[in-house]
Nanobody, 123 residues
Framework: QVQLVESGGGLVQAGDSLRLSCAAS????????VGWFRQAPGKEREFVAA???????YYSDSVKGRFTISRDNAKNTVYQQMSSMKTGDTGVYYC?????????????????WGQGTQVTGSS
């Protein structure tokens, strides 16, 4: 079983940049897709970005052009670079591993989740 730990969250202002990290332990996850999701207070968890085992990337419309997901398999880590941030980007950000190399935007298709890291936007 892989363990995922997110880090890098914090307080941001509109226009700021922030980089989140998702570090895996227990085994390598280079053969699996990894996704980032976020959950704002009172809302359902939503898809943000995903990266396939082969490096293909996918984004929600709300972050396309602003967020970049990448992976460093040597470090067993997936990153999410967030730029031009908005107050609407506030939430707890989770990374998750899908038990296949194909990325997906569906929450239920991911099996292992981290504990989340808080990103709070201020105007």
């Amino acid at each position: 079983q892989v363990q995922l730990v997110e880090s890098g969250g914090g307080l941001v202002q509109a226009g700021d940049s922030l980089r989140l990290s998702c570090a895996a332990s227990g085994r390598t996850f280079s053969n699996y897709a990894v996704g980032w999701f976020r959950q704002a207070p009172g809302k359902e968890r939503e898809f943000v970005a995903a990266i396939s085992a082969g490096g293909g990337t996918y984004y929600s419309d709300s972050v396309k052009g602003r967020f970049t997901i990448s992976r460093d398999n040597a470090k067993n880590t997936v990153y999410q670079q967030m730029s031009s941030m908005k107050t609407g980007d506030t939430g707890v950000y989770y990374c998750a591993e899908r038990p296949t190399g194909v990325a997906s935007g569906q929450v239920y298709e991911y099996g292992s989740w981290g504990q989340g890291t808080q990103v709070t936007g201020s105007s």
